[in-house]
């Protein structure tokens, strides 16, 4: 007896974001830290301006220098600081947990920022501004004196960067989602028009309807069911309201008509069993999955062979994860094969896969000894939202 070599190929995938093309970024080599220098020098501008006019309203000799310059040393403080609070920001959401959790996480670097923040002031406006003069001593006298009356005030300035950092990350999330929201649109119409045109082709079609005709004459009972089920399968085909992932359960509503017009044409010559755990009925799985994968088992697996040939469908929990199998009996790739020509259908099957869980999932495939082949998915288990 000869057998096939057994060979396996697993999907190389890459998260879903790296094709939504250029992404915002925080990062120096992006175009923030100018439009945080430009907003910082906004801000110095604008407090210079308000010390003046503040000074001049007192009576004091107008100096627009040094009050521009103070303000400098203000918001120039907080540009220094500004990638610092940024890494600290992204650090926290990290950890994924909710708002009023992350919220108390700030409070001791936001103290501690503020803090810098003065201290930073009190030292640039020691060097910076000529009227003040005090040296070392001055400077110490100048941050305690400040840090008793505006801490609140720095300690808003770091909640405001971060609340700013949170926003682009939202609004990047949001434009990366969309990307991916229409990508998916349009590998779903694509999968939905595959599988009419694979059901419209004349070698099921007709094959179909030749069994219908045939039925006619012997079983008439058969006959008008093998037409229901055909009209079935078509209009469930169209039916589907543009979900990019379903209950499985759903998808076995839809394999179901699909499967016994099948067994009808190839009579004893095919056998089918489905075998799903029940705790993985209500996992979600992409639109129009199972039987673009099934088809292909009966068509390049059953139908070349000689005599009967059978295949399992196999879907359960492991864990976390949702596996997913479809194997068959029939001929199998051809001796020696060691690389998989991917059809339009596993190849839409793969890319919608990565589309939705990225690196977390797996398509793989191998030859049964002695003849055959094996189908398999991995994917997270999530379940149907109620």
């Not at 094959?207 to 039925?215: P, R, Y």
């Not at 479809?326 to 998989?340: C, K, M, Q, S």
Request: proline share 6%; with cysteine; hydrophobic share 45%.
């Amino acid at each position: 007896m000869s057998t096939s070599p057994s060979v396996s190929w697993t999907a190389e995938s890459s998260p879903a974001a790296s094709s939504t093309g250029a992404r915002w970024s925080l990062s120096p080599r992006g175009f923030w830290p100018a439009v945080i220098l430009a907003g910082y020098t906004v801000l110095a501008l604008l407090y210079g301006a308000q010390l003046f006019v503040y000074r001049a309203s007192r009576g004091e000799p107008p100096r627009l220098g040094e009050a521009l310059l103070t303000g400098a040393c203000v918001w120039y403080a907080w540009a220094v600081l500004t990638p610092f609070v940024l890494a600290v920001a992204r650090r926290i959401r990290a950890t994924g947990r909710p708002w009023f959790v992350q919220l108390p996480m700030h409070l001791v670097p936001g103290v501690g920022f503020a803090v810098l923040a003065l201290g930073l002031f009190a030292v640039l406006r020691e060097w910076l501004v000529v009227e003040v003069g005090g040296g070392w001593a001055g400077a110490w006298s100048y941050f305690l004196f400040i840090a008793s009356k505006t801490t609140d005030f720095d300690l808003l300035v770091y909640f405001s960067l971060v609340g700013m950092e949170a926003a682009v990350a939202y609004a990047r999330r949001m434009r990366e989602e969309a990307v991916r929201a229409s990508q998916l649109e349009a590998q779903l119409a694509q999968a939905q028009l595959q599988l009419l045109r694979s059901q419209l082709q004349p070698h099921f079609l007709f094959n179909t309807l030749h069994a219908i005709s045939t039925l006619m004459h012997r079983d008439v009972e058969s006959a008008d069911r093998m037409v229901g089920q055909l009209s079935e399968l078509l209009r469930a085909s169209l039916e589907r309201d543009g979900r990019h992932e379903v209950p499985l359960s759903e998808e076995l509503e839809l394999l179901s008509p699909y499967l016994d017009i099948e067994r009808t044409r190839f009579s004893d010559r095919l056998q089918v069993e489905v075998s799903v755990a029940e705790d993985a009925r209500d996992g979600l799985v992409p639109s129009l999955l199972l039987q673009p994968l099934v088809e292909n088992a009966i068509r390049h697996g059953i139908a070349p062979r000689r005599g009967p040939g059978k295949v399992w469908v196999r879907v359960r929990r492991e864990g976390a994860r949702l596996a997913l199998e479809v194997e068959d009996d029939g001929v199998g790739p051809p001796v020696g094969r060691t690389e998989l020509k991917e059809g339009i259908g596993l190849g839409a099957t793969r890319a919608r896969l990565e589309r939705l869980h990225g690196v977390e999932q797996s398509v793989t495939w191998k030859a049964r000894v002695p003849s055959g082949f094996l189908l398999s998915l991995s994917m997270p288990y999530r379940r149907t939202r109620p």
